[in-house]
């Protein structure tokens, strides 16, 4: 049983920054994280960020350039940076790992004020 926490969520002002971190509670070598989602009032969850297979980076239009993904493998952590946020960023964000199946973390709220 994999649990994932995310943290540094918040409120900000458009413009500004915040750094989300996702922390697995297991240390295996084959745990694999799998990305960043956000989902707003009202609408799907959607893909913010993952990684493609050959190990590169995919964003979703409305976030590149502007965020940014990252790992840790020795902390078994993942990242996100957000910079020049904006108010249509504001959701629940949530990680994404597998570990033989698909877990999830509780999400965490970032509000972007206008």
């Known amino acids: 049983q994999v649990q994932l926490v995310e943290s540094g969520g918040g409120l900000v002002q458009a413009g500004g920054s915040l750094r989300l971190s996702c922390e697995a509670s297991?240390?295996?070598?084959?745990?694999?994280?799998l990305g960043w989602y956000r989902q707003a009032p009202g609408k799907q969850r959607e893909l913010v960020a993952t990684?493609?297979?050959?190990?590169?980076?995919y964003y979703a239009d409305s976030v590149k350039g502007r965020f940014t993904m990252s790992r840790d493998s020795d902390k078994f952590t993942l990242y996100l940076q957000m910079n020049s946020l904006k108010p249509e960023d504001t959701a629940v964000y949530y990680c994404?790992?597998?570990?033989?199946?698909?877990?999830w973390g509780q999400g965490t709220q970032v509000t972007v004020s206008s």
């Open positions: 994404r790992a597998d570990y033989y199946r698909d877990y």
């Open positions: 990684f493609t297979r050959d190990g590169a980076t």
């Open positions: 297991i240390r295996v070598s084959n745990l694999k994280f």
